[in-house]
């Protein structure tokens, strides 16, 4: 089968990103299904809290994954308010690895940080008993994240599409100005302006609108503890931050906020 | 040795539970002596996030549990608000799965919804070493489940016993009224009403008590985001949802509270 | 090469300690880099919810970790608020296992509880590509732990030092008094006088301060639900606890609290 020889085989190594927190089954049962289809697994979690039905949180946590995770991972990502309607689920080749997911916005910042070709495809596959409306996630996700685990060709269980939904206003930032995407869980304000970008303009100051401006820096420990410094992130993003300390708490920024580097 | 002879070996697979949460080492330390006793063990956490000393909701989990996981998997659960006093250890085989955990009440679920033979036991087997008095889950249950999952029949560990601890009022209602067992981490409410009950009445509306009525769906689109719908949940049982959001907040159900399916 | 041979082959079972919670990819993108390293390991986390920058609470947890596992483990601990700065990373030969920290207290409370030779080595190996400024646990940390794990010499990572960074006022006691140094997640209040002096002293109650007077008991259920207790804990150090509740909440006591044995 032509599609199938063209395509790589992905290794044992899953990857799970959910809004399914950790005080119930619903991570495990995904697990089992998975172990079920491919035994030998290496199963990740990146984390299983996203804020509920936050697709555009989530978005930034799966290019998070992509980017981390060496060729051949099988990352499954459910975020999924729409579960039990005709909403597609994708399954994406990118970078070297795949991603599975509701077709609902969670591929955006993936899509548009990593570079190189990406492939979508709609899954096909459905499972031989009717799924439950409310867990796609176990009843016909996990399966398909474990075939593909196991060394079944994506393009056995999918059909090619060009018009994956991606969510408009989440894009880099092309210039110094830029807006808040992201707060992490120490209160770190992530940006979508690029590490290249922070790089070029060499700025010296970033202004942070009604919540004042903080210096451009490299680590935390340029400034002194309860001090905002930007700095270029781990995820390669510009990101204010408040030495031994929370931004989001001490500064009150909040994901939309503008920030500019000033000349 | 015939005992031997007649149990089937079990899988190198771990599934845990417990009410330890995440923010200590007693998770890991009940890993590190599983991993002794089989180092090829896969382990997996289903939760360490029932609510402390809470036997009713970590019966629900276990069933949970063993109805996720393939043949051959081996549970341990661990809520023991009477560690250190002579309360029996189960061991447990169940649809082809064993299942370790104190004579509490947290098999009751399990026991009710599980079709099948079950054999109860109780674990024999001690360490070498005087166990801790406080800490039963890491020095008596998890070597004995590392045991299992290594390849040791459970009849050389145990003694089968006929009169396990089973909670009274944890059981599937038999008719269109039910009640509220358990609140999961999104706030559905889980109701003791199995899903054939379900589809057998028919009904169109589900009574709350003094919360009022929602109507009975497949998914929760079929309501509009912050209305509530009654649907077979995940676990095949009676849910109320709110479609974005909580019952529990929203509508302050409770666990105990009664529900009906109105004709 | 004579460093080499004289060290121990640490086994592909990595244990992670890390402030970093778990609603971000942060522990992901180590685990990622441990696995590009050693495809074959086994990594459990020990708890990634050390409470933000609290070295010596981490310094409890990373003791606990080294007690917990076998000889062989490799362990990562990153709770590092000078990150970026040119503080070192150490790489502690300890008990037969290999520690990986910031030189900043962290392996404090392990170097005085657990017994046998101890060697300690700055880690000189750095990363082809420069690393980020404030991500050390992935960048430089995790690679080394998986090439510890991988079979990688230590003496080919590092080179020995004899000053390592240790709390000073994080010692056990010597006598019948002593004072809280952790607070766990059940509330309860480990303190820092060994089992062995609990033992020696025979005493029959524990002085709490202000905080009153409790009985010194062998299990929870020495005492009625509600009351405190004093008892031995799983880290074979004295506990403060409550009967089905919290120390820190029902009692008030926190770390640095003084309490006694009475005679």
Redesign the interface.
């Known amino acids: 089968m032509e599609t199938t020889f063209a395509q790589p085989h992905y290794r044992p190594?899953v990857?799970l990103i959910s809004d399914?927190?950790?005080?119930?089954?619903?991570v495990?049962?995904m697990?089992?299904?998975l172990?079920?289809h491919c035994?030998e697994a290496?199963?990740?979690?990146?984390?299983?809290?996203v804020p509920?039905?936050d697709v555009r949180a989530g978005a930034i946590?799966v290019e998070?994954?992509v980017a981390?995770?060496?060729a051949g991972?099988v990352h499954l990502a459910v975020v999924d308010?729409?579960?039990?309607?005709n909403r597609r689920i994708l399954i994406v080749q990118i970078g070297g690895q795949v991603v599975l997911c509701p077709d609902n916005g969670l591929i955006t910042w993936a899509a548009r940080r990593i570079g190189g070709k990406i492939d979508y495809a709609e899954l096909t596959w459905r499972p031989p008993q009717a799924p439950?409306?409310?867990?796609h996630g176990?009843d016909i996700m996990a399966p398909a994240a474990g075939m593909v685990a196991a060394g079944r060709a994506v393009g056995e269980l999918s059909r090619p599409v060009s018009d994956p939904m991606l969510l408009d206003d989440l894009v880099p930032s092309v210039g110094r100005s830029g807006r808040v995407i992201y707060i992490?869980?120490?209160g770190n304000a992530v940006t979508n302006i690029p590490a290249d970008t922070v790089r070029a303009v060499a700025g010296k100051n970033v202004h942070l609108g009604a919540r004042g401006t903080c210096p451009l820096g490299?680590?935390?420990?340029d400034v002194e503890p309860g001090e905002a410094v930007a700095?270029?992130?781990?995820g390669d993003l510009m990101e204010i931050a408040v030495r031994?300390g929370s931004a989001a708490t001490v500064l009150g920024v909040r994901v939309g906020d503008e920030v500019r580097i000033a000349g």
């Open positions: 190594l990857a399914f927190g950790e005080s119930d089954y619903y495990a049962a697990k089992a299904v172990l079920r035994a290496t199963v990740v979690d990146v984390t299983h809290r509920p039905q946590l998070r994954a981390s995770f060496a991972t308010p729409e579960v039990g309607t439950s409306s409310v867990f176990r992490d869980g120490f490299r680590t935390y420990a700095l270029i992130g781990s031994n």
